[in-house]
């Protein structure tokens, strides 16, 4: 029978980064190379509506991505956020799994810039996952992913209209552009040039909350106090706030994360493949705060 070929499918295309990366991948190849692996298909009708393979994959269920990797050359795995290590691992593992089955040429896979031994509480799952890719036979790349300037608005939360910072200890962060990112990713998943096993793609310089604080209060005309609590304090507050507790106590453990120093690194690689600077903070929380205040992390 004869498979329908596609350059790159890509994972979790209905989530932030899955669809920014689809998005810049649509500036710069044929939309008749592209396919997407959904949960739900029925929530990525304008992908499919524009030209662009939407077939169900669900990496719980490994038979469903046999399909959804089919004709591929190129599979971008956006980790999940199932709650618990072993259950991520799992997952993942099958989604590598099915893209060997299917004879993908190459597999890129969205980790994180914290190393083992990280107090970030997912990191064990990540590692794991690296682990495999590097076991596995399969050509990769581990993407280690720095944190997006998107996700600032929710540790901000009220504090745009209180001027009231409340956030446990925290350390420099060299936090990225999501949409950098993504295009970053797009140009990896498209290039014809050797490929690295791993890859740090952070944003241009660090920032902690307190810096951060001073960038939105400048946004926003009110001076913002950044105040500092304990992780305990920090995790209720965002349940109250309708976070599950599973999702509250990772953002707590991400703040010891950046106190430990592990997100501080900068690396070129990022601006190196957009040819370009790359957006700071400064020109994109802003933006964002004319949005909306209370989005969860993407």
């Known amino acids: 029978m004869q498979q329908d070929y596609r350059e790159v499918v890509i994972t979790g295309a209905t989530g932030g980064l899955g669809s920014d990366v689809i998005a810049q991948l649509q500036r710069f190849a044929p939309t008749s190379e592209l396919g997407v692996s959904v949960r739900t298909p029925e929530k990525a009708r304008a992908l499919s509506d524009a030209g662009i393979r939407v077939r169900r994959g669900d990496f719980s269920e490994p038979a469903s991505l046999d399909r959804a990797f089919q004709g591929a050359r190129r599979v971008l795995l956006i980790s999940t956020r199932t709650p618990g290590n072993a259950a991520r691992f799992q997952e993942q593992r099958n989604a590598i799994d099915a893209a060997i089955r299917c004879g993908v040429e190459h597999i890129f896979y969205t980790s994180i810039v914290q190393r083992p031994g990280s107090v970030f509480d997912v990191a064990a799952g990540h590692h794991d996952t690296e682990a495999y890719l590097a076991s596995c036979g399969a050509a990769y790349t581990v993407l280690r992913n720095g944190q997006y300037i998107e996700n600032l608005p929710v540790f901000l939360g009220a504090s745009v209209l209180t001027g009231d910072l409340a956030l446990p200890k ?84 991400g703040f010891a994360s950046r106190a430990a ?6 690396d070129p690689a990022l601006q190196l493949l957009l040819g370009r600077p790359l957006r700071h903070v400064e020109e994109v929380l802003p933006e964002l705060l004319t949005r909306t205040t209370s989005l969860a992390p993407a």
Request: net charge neutral; proline share 6%.
């Open 170 to 253: 925290d350390g420099p962060t060299a936090w990225v552009s999501r949409l950098d990112l993504a295009e970053g990713i797009a140009r990896l998943l498209l290039r014809d040039a050797p490929l690295q096993e791993s890859i740090l793609l952070t944003g241009p310089d660090v920032l902690d909350f307190a810096q951060i604080a001073a960038v939105a209060g400048r946004a926003v005309g009110r001076k913002i106090v950044r105040r500092t609590i304990s992780s305990s304090e920090f995790s209720a507050s965002l349940m109250g706030r309708g976070l599950p507790g599973p999702l509250a106590q990772s953002l707590a453990t």
């Open 261 to 266: 120093g592990e997100l501080a690194v900068i």
